[in-house]
């Protein structure tokens, strides 16, 4: 039964950093496509970052380019995402979705076909 597991959710002041992690099991980790979405009380998900476990493809929402970045340890089959620069409109509910194949990197929620329960990152002014 395949599983996604976050973890590293939490409270943290504008400009903080936390690192996110998603343990995945269940499914054929290798060859695969993760991303981390999130959604804010009142709007809608979004995608925040992806990667294809089997090679060196990322890709970020504009919104997080250059403060966020998305890794990988295969051996443990789990993705990270590292948020610095932490503002307060990041705070939401940040989700992983994994799905077998390549990525489209367009972060459309339908192609992914496995979702954790998520973790709550808040950031405060």
């Known amino acids: 039964q395949a599983q996604l597991v976050e973890s590293g959710g939490g409270s943290v002041q504008d400009g903080g950093s936390l690192r996110l992690s998603c343990v995945a099991s269940g499914f054929t980790y290798s060859h695969s496509c993760v991303a981390w979405f999130r959604q804010a009380p009142g709007k809608e998900r979004q995608g925040v970052a992806t990667?294809?476990?089997?090679?060196?493809?990322?890709y970020y929402s504009e919104s997080v380019k250059g403060r966020f970045t998305i890794s990988q340890d295969e051996a443990k089959t789990t993705v990270y995402l590292q948020m610095d620069s932490l503002r307060p409109d990041d705070t939401a509910m940040y989700y992983c979705?994994?799905?077998?194949?390549?990525?489209?990197?367009?972060?459309?929620?339908?192609?992914?076909?496995?979702w954790g329960q998520g973790t709550q990152v808040t950031v405060s002014s």
């Open positions: 979705a994994a799905t077998p194949g390549y990525c489209s990197y367009d972060f459309r929620e339908d192609e992914y076909r496995y």
């Open positions: 990667l294809f476990t089997g090679g060196v493809s990322k």
